[in-house]
T-cell receptor
Framework: DAMVIQNPRYQVTQFGKPVTLSCSQT?????MYWYQQKSSQAPKLLFH???????NEADTPDNFQSRRPNTSFCFLDIRSPGLGDAAMYLC?????????????FGPGTRLTVL | GDSVTQMEGPVTLSEEAFLTINCTYT??????LFWYVQYPGEGLQLLLK?????DKGSNKGFEATYRKETTSFHLEKGSVQVSDSAVYFC???????????????FGQGTILTVHP
């Protein structure tokens, strides 16, 4: 089945130690998104790629970076994780950027910062 | 800016009860509206959507109608099951700056628990 895959499902890192989260998709979608979801809160968009064009949300901290080496893969890099970065990180894809385009979500990576 | 407001939860129902989860929105232009469901330990799944006023989205017995006059998109189901226990998010995708853009703005989520 076509899907959005996130690895790992659970990630533990230490305060200040860089960490990378991975997302891959078999849907061949143009757009890939990264969301941060803190406990009992709504997902918050960090950034998205339309093909290779990167679009950062205005309030996304500089500590968060992303790479998309090809259509299938997208990475979220947290350069110096703080305790406040502990959250579920959701990757999503869509065929295009139109408002009618459904976003398909992966299962998420739960990040713990010690 | 754009915003979505959902009724506060948690909502606890008995099996076969009627469900309503209220959702209202604020947006410029003509947004598309969505309901997503998140089961424990999983990502979000699209439940239903409506892309213009008076459209009704429906799936798995759930329905929601896009009401522009009341800026609402309430989720309903006539008879809930234990398997419907999950977190439900209302969301909108609005045009930004005159260009078509699929950014989702979510409500805070409503926890639904259905007891046998």
């Amino acid at each position: 089945d076509a899907m959005v895959i996130q690895n790992p499902r659970y990630q533990v890192t230490q305060f200040g130690k860089p960490v990378t989260l991975s997302c891959s998709q078999t849907l061949n979608h143009n757009v890939m998104y990264w969301y941060q979801q803190k406990s009992s809160q709504a997902p918050k968009l960090l950034f998205h790629y339309y093909d290779k064009d990167f679009n950062n949300e205005a309030d996304t901290p500089d500590n968060f970076q992303s790479r998309r080496p090809n259509t299938s893969f997208c990475f979220l890099d947290i350069r110096s994780p703080g305790l406040g970065d502990a959250a579920m990180y959701l990757c999503a894809t869509s065929r295009g950027e139109g408002t009618y385009n459904e976003q398909f979500f992966g299962p998420g990576t739960r990040l713990t910062v010690l | 800016g754009d915003s979505v407001t959902q009724m506060e939860g948690p909502v606890t129902l008995s099996e076969e009860a009627f469900l309503t989860i209220n959702c209202t929105y604020t947006a410029t232009g003509y947004p598309s509206l969505f309901w997503y469901v998140q089961y424990p330990g999983e990502g979000l799944q699209l439940l239903l959507k409506a892309t213009k006023a008076d459209d009704k989205g429906s799936n798995k017995g759930f329905e929601a109608t896009y009401r522009k006059e009341t800026t609402s998109f309430h989720l309903e189901k006539g008879s809930v099951q234990v398997s419907d226990s999950a977190v439900y998010f209302c969301a909108l995708a609005a045009n930004a700056g005159g260009t078509s853009y699929g950014k989702l703005t979510f409500g805070q989520g409503t926890i639904l628990t259905v007891h046998p």
